[in-house]
């Protein structure tokens, strides 16, 4: 990254762990340093240095881990890329690469045991070897395996949630007598060469995690168990590091974000960050931009990260005036519709119904009244600012917005849906199930308004990602053959946070619920129309009701 000059010695960012100064920090944060630390430039500048995250031992923590049956791996890469702690990695290894590191462990067991953690997947494999056998010259395929680090990992089940109907991942107690083979195993993982490029699918975008040096988070931050804003922050990290290296930087509002990723000494982040207060990190972003482009590093990409609170609340005219610049800064607004780092108040991001902090749900008023304020719709209409609202699960179309964004010459704001679950009311496991729902249910749709594209909204905004995006409600196929329409009622029914709207058997007890569902459907509409879908369910009322007239 770049070099930063204090009291005449030149430092990079690397040289946190050149001089030692990593391992000077954490020693002395082990040993109750505190205020004794010296007073150098780092502590001075209140530093932290870069990727400390990695040192944090998290093993004491979950009783749990996820084991591998590796027979039903696919390599889809799931797992790895919703992990919000860096703990569950991927790597594809030719065979004779593999077979030369295992010879180099003693133990048998150990041996066989990681040669378990492999997988023959036609991904990685078959399909390579089919291609190979017409042409000797391409490369071979290669063995596709998933390692766990214990000591990032909180146990939360993630992966084995978004693993599903594969089945290749499931929650086994951990035990003295498992827990080394976990850690050896890792050990053996972080020993092998990194994934050759030719065995990474371009056009699976999950890959990007396949490449060490995209993995810029580290893991070790102080997040909640299967926090959704950490597998966001971790997707765009790794999108970003894949084009620009260390090359860009960080802006991060106060927020959660800021307190789970810079508990001091621990940070996860291996590019520089800088965290501003609540409502001014837009125009904090804007001198440093300034800075950049003066020293002729206008091609770094500079991302602004916040939350709802910061972004559409207290800190929305620091993120207008930065938008209306035409400055090339990427704004990642991490959507939880609460301050969830205030316990859980509401914000204008948060939804009709809702049950929170000054929006209790009580006698008179069963929760937030007032609808959502739609921030991808109002950043549309700045001057040439390109806008997706997007989920982490929905890997083509988050990387897409991603990518896109960062070789956007301008403003680029991204608004990701992220489930809070201590706020939510959602179990550990299931961020990427309700953000998926969420964007099925109409909650969340997600949307691309790419400025480039033409003249007009309905040329510049395109709906694709959205299940059935022609009707009011997308319709779900069974198993049993029966369809019906997936509603926002039904996403509300499995989070906490509407809970008093229902009864024991899940049946709405409050007129505000529906009106909730009115306004989601109302906002659906609005988006429809802008990018120019015809609604067929609203075109048939039409019909039927000018021929009954």
């Known amino acids: 990254m770049s070099e930063r000059t204090f009291e005449e010695k030149t430092f990079s960012v690397d040289d946190w762990f050149d001089f030692g100064r990593a391992d000077q920090v954490l020693d002395a944060y082990n040993k109750g340093g505190g205020s004794a630390l010296e007073a150098d430039p780092y502590v001075a500048r209140s530093l932290i240095p870069a990727g400390t995250g990695k040192a944090r031992d998290f093993s004491y923590i979950a009783p749990e881990l996820p084991e591998l049956n590796a027979e ?20 594809a290894v030719p065979r004779d690469v593999l077979e030369e590191r295992l010879q180099h462990i003693d133990d048998e067991d150990h041996r066989a045991y990681v040669r378990e953690q492999f997988a023959d997947t036609s991904k990685y494999l078959t399909s390579f070897e089919k291609k190979r056998a017409k042409n000797p010259e ?3 395929g290669a063995l596709f395996g998933i390692f766990i680090d214990p000591t990032k990992c909180k146990g939360c089940a993630e992966c084995v949630q978004v693993c599903g109907d594969h089945g290749a991942l499931r929650m086994i107690k951990k035990t003295p007598d498992n827990l080394p083979g976990f850690l050896g195993a890792f050990e053996v993982y972080n020993s092998l060469p990194n994934t050759r490029p030719e065995h990474r699918i371009v056009k699976d975008k999950r890959d990007l995690m396949l490449n060490d040096d995209n993995l810029s988070y580290v893991g070790g931050a102080g997040s909640c168990m299967g926090c ?66 003066a020293m002729g590093h206008e091609d770094w990409p500079l991302w602004v990260i916040g939350g709802d609170g910061a972004m559409l609340d207290i800190g929305f005219q620091s993120l207008s005036r930065l938008l209306t610049s035409g400055m090339n800064i990427k704004v990642l607004v991490l959507d939880t519709q609460v301050y969830s780092n205030t316990g859980g108040q509401t914000s204008t991001a948060t939804y009709i119904g809702q049950d929170a902090k000054m929006s209790y ?29 997007t989920v982490g699960p929905m890997a083509k179309h988050f990387y897409n917005a991603i990518e896109r964004a960062n070789e956007f010459r301008g403003p680029a704001v991204i608004n990701v849906f992220t489930t809070c679950q201590p ?33 007009t909204i309905k040329q510049c905004l395109s709906l694709a990602g959205n299940p059935g995006a022609t009707r009011d409600w997308n319709i779900r196929r069974n198993k049993d053959g029966t369809q019906r329409p997936v509603t926002f009622i039904d996403w509300a029914r499995t989070e906490g ?53």
Not at 72 to 91: E, H, Q, R, S, Y
């Open 228 to 293: 959704g804003e950490a597998s966001v922050l971790r997707q765009v990290m790794a999108a970003t590091s894949e084009v620009y290296g260390n090359n860009w930087g960080i802006v991060a509002a106060t927020g959660c974000n800021t307190v789970y990723g810079s508990t001091y000494p621990y940070n996860p982040f291996l590019v520089p960050w800088t965290n501003p207060l609540f409502e001014n990190a837009p125009a904090d972003a804007m001198g440093i931009r300034s800075c950049w482009d």
């Open 72 to 91: 039903a791996c696919v390599g889809c890469m799931d797992c790895v890329t919703n992990c919000p702690d860096t703990a569950i990695l991927g790597k």
């Open 361 to 389: 749900h009580g006698k008179k008023i069963p929760g937030k009244v007032e609808g959502r304020k739609e921030l991808g719709m109002i950043c549309m209409m700045h001057p040439r600012t390109y806008v997706a609202q």
């Open 138 to 140: 391409l490369p071979e």
């Open 497 to 549: 946070r509407f809970r008093k709207h229902f009864d024991g058997e899940g049946q709405t007890t409050t007129e505000l619920i529906l009106t909730a569902q009115e306004e989601r459907l109302r906002n659906w509409r609005r988006l429809q129309e802008l990018a120019g879908v015809e609604n067929v369910d609203q075109k048939a009322i039409a019909e039927n009701a000018e021929n009954k007239a």
């Open 423 to 455: 706020e939510h009311g959602v179990a550990d496991d299931m961020a990427g199930a309700q953000a998926l729902l969420a964007v099925e249910s109409r909650a969340f749709p997600v949307f691309v308004y790419d400025p480039d594209k033409g003249d």
